[in-house]
């Protein structure tokens, strides 16, 4: 990293409004604070969304905010009770702080505090920009031989480390994922980690199904426009499955795919809704009252799954680098942002404006 203060940050002012801004670098504001000069940089689905849409939900966009939260950067600065980092260490940053004291987070279910404050959701800044500032117990040491590329691809792979413990994978059961996207792909790549014997990765584009084949997945499907009980009966049938899956995972947030998935789910089964998508769909309820499926959401990754997450890269158990598709000049952030949405490549990565 060349040794600059440049602070140049990725803004969203509205939808499909970006500049770029040179801001003041953030100061500590805790003796338990570290500052991070950040390397790289992963596009998500929430960020294209917010730059297409200027919301996500409630989080509505109302102030110009910096993008970006899938990050992996350098320790440059320890406030003066850190004591896990240093300057110098290389890490994953968990972009999301809570507050610590409400009853989720006492219980240990910190991703559902009320008050998270988490980069690039409304009005938090996010990470695209040349430093950021977190506490140090949010910041993940990479091991030497794990790349700060990699390290950027914890995030993501923390969000499928938290659905796949949803879904309670156990050795030998099967598992269709919905959706061959980076947390899809992910998911697949954790349920086999995690010791499934049969994951089926389901998409509509044929590139993704070939890349996921190639990556975690045993057998790949292709839905049809027809019924969703037509198209799960095919799906059983083509991958052996006949008596239903274990778990199934929805990481597309698409109604046929949620229609469906009720439907490929096994009589006691468990069904984990990942994906985001419209606020209201049509729903197979008789279904899933006759099967006693047990349906569970997925938001975001709470307490290990970070650090399970590093541990899957470093082993090897889980090859995040393959995701990688590109690394774009900090200055080609907007471009990158159009590629995602023209789904070019599988993750992007946008190089910290300090990264020469």
């Known amino acids: ?123 938090i800044d996010g990470t695209l920009a040349g430093y950021y500032v977190s506490p140090e117990d949010f910041c993940y040491k990479l091991p030497d031989h794990v790349s700060l590329q990699e390290g950027a691809l914890i995030e993501p792979l923390a969000v499928a480390v938290h659905i796949t413990k949803q879904a309670e994978i156990t050795p030998g059961q099967s598992v269709v994922v919905m959706g061959a996207g980076p947390v899809g792909l992910l998911c697949c790549a954790v349920a086999k980690a995690f010791g499934a014997s049969t994951v089926v990765s389901v998409d509509i584009q044929p590139s993704r199904l070939e890349f996921a084949a190639s990556y975690a997945a045993t057998h790949t499907f292709t839905p049809e426009r027809v019924p969703a009980g037509e198209n799960a009966a095919r799906l059983l049938k083509e991958t052996g499955l006949e008596g239903g899956a274990d778990a199934v995972i929805d990481a597309s947030g698409a109604e046929p795919s949620i229609q469906t998935s009720i439907h490929v789910v096994r009589r006691g089964g468990v069904y984990v ?25 997925s938001f975001r990754y709470g307490s290990g799954d970070y650090k399970l997450a590093v541990e899957l890269v470093a082993s090897g158990k889980v090859n995040v680098k393959k995701l990688i598709s590109e690394t774009v000049r900090f200055e080609e952030a907007e471009q990158a942002f159009k590629d995602v949405k023209a789904g070019k490549g599988i993750k992007m990565l946008i190089a910290g404006p300090n990264e020469k």
Request: proline residues 9%; hydrophobic residues 35%; charged residues 25%.
């Open 1 to 123: 990293m060349a040794k600059t203060d440049s602070n140049l940050s990725f803004i969203l002012n509205k939808p499909h409004d970006v500049a770029f801004e040179e801001r003041p670098k953030p100061k500590l504001e805790s003796p338990y604070d570290v500052l991070i000069a950040i390397n790289y940089t992963g596009i998500c689905g929430s960020d294209v969304h917010y730059w297409e849409e200027g919301r996500i939900g409630s989080f509505i966009l109302k102030d110009p905010m910096v993008l970006g939260h899938e990050s992996a950067g350098t320790i440059v600065e320890v406030g003066s009770a850190v004591k896990s980092v240093k300057v110098g260490d290389r890490i994953a940053l968990e972009p999301g702080t809570p507050c610590r004291r409400c009853t989720p987070c006492l219980a240990g279910h910190y991703n559902l505090c009320p008050d998270m404050r988490f980069a690039a959701s409304p009005p």
């Open 273 to 297: 809704q990942g994906g985001m998508g419209k606020p209201d769909i049509t729903f197979p309820i008789m279904e899933l009252c006759i099967k006693e499926v047990t349906a569970k959401g």
